[in-house]
Every structure is written in structure tokens, then in C-alpha cells.
């Protein structure tokens, strides 16, 4: 069974910073191309990074020299450092799997609530 679980949400003021964590079970994570994606209230979901294993990360631009992707294949965790904070980062945060099957994946999500 696939399980991906996001932790480390939660309230900061404007200009904070936020490590999101999404620990990954039942996929062969080294192969896996991890992402994190976001959905704000009213919104839909929109694409927030991606790393896949081996390659260069890549980023929405909304998000460019703020947000840091990295993994940890060790741990099968792939991690969201959030800098310098904005009121309209607020979102549910998800992270996705695309597995070597072609199957994607997505955890249950975690609220980050950015106060001005």
C-alpha cells in the first residue's frame, strides 16, 4: 500500500519560513520524481516543484529563490523549505509521487496559513 504523509504545516507570520517533510511508503522512492503541489482557498490546485532523482529540481516562479525541493532517499522523504513567506503562499500543501509505473500518487496535505 501506498502512503505519503506531509507534516511540518502550520501558522507563520509574513516573511517566515516553513520546512514541509512528506515521508513516502510502499513506492521505490529513489526512482520516483517527487513534487510538491499547492491548493489555496477558492483555487485550484497548482504546481509548486519537482525533483526528480538525479536531475536538476525545477520551480513555479512564484515560488523561485524562496522555496527549496531536496530528498532524502535514504529516509524516502522529500522535503519543502519555505522562505520568506507571503499571505498568498497560503495553501494546502500536497506532495505527489510519479512512480516508474507511471502511477501518481498524493498525500492527504498539510495547511500552511501565512499572516500578514
Known amino acids: 500500500q501506498v502512503r505519503l504523509v506531509e507534516s511540518g504545516g502550520g501558522s507563520v507570520q509574513a516573511g517566515g519560513s516553513l520546512r514541509l517533510s512528506c515521508a513516502a511508503s510502499?513506492?521505490?522512492?529513489?526512482?520516483?520524481?517527487m513534487a510538491w503541489y499547492r491548493q489555496g482557498p477558492g483555487n485550484q490546485r497548482e504546481w509548486v516543484a519537482t525533483?526528480?532523482?538525479?536531475?536538476?529540481?525545477m520551480y513555479a516562479d512564484f515560488v523561485k529563490g524562496r522555496f527549496t525541493i531536496s530528498r532524502d532517499n535514504a529516509k524516502s522523504t522529500v522535503y519543502l523549505q519555505m522562505n520568506m513567506l507571503k499571505p498568498e503562499d497560503t495553501a494546502v500543501y500536497y506532495c505527489?509521487?510519479?512512480?516508474?509505473?507511471?502511477?501518481?500518487?498524493w498525500g492527504q496535505g498539510t495547511q500552511v496559513t501565512v499572516s500578514s
Open positions: 505527489k509521487a510519479f512512480t516508474i509505473t507511471r502511477q501518481n500518487y
Open positions: 525533483m526528480p532523482n538525479g536531475d536538476r529540481s
Open positions: 510502499g513506492i521505490i522512492f529513489g526512482s520516483a520524481t
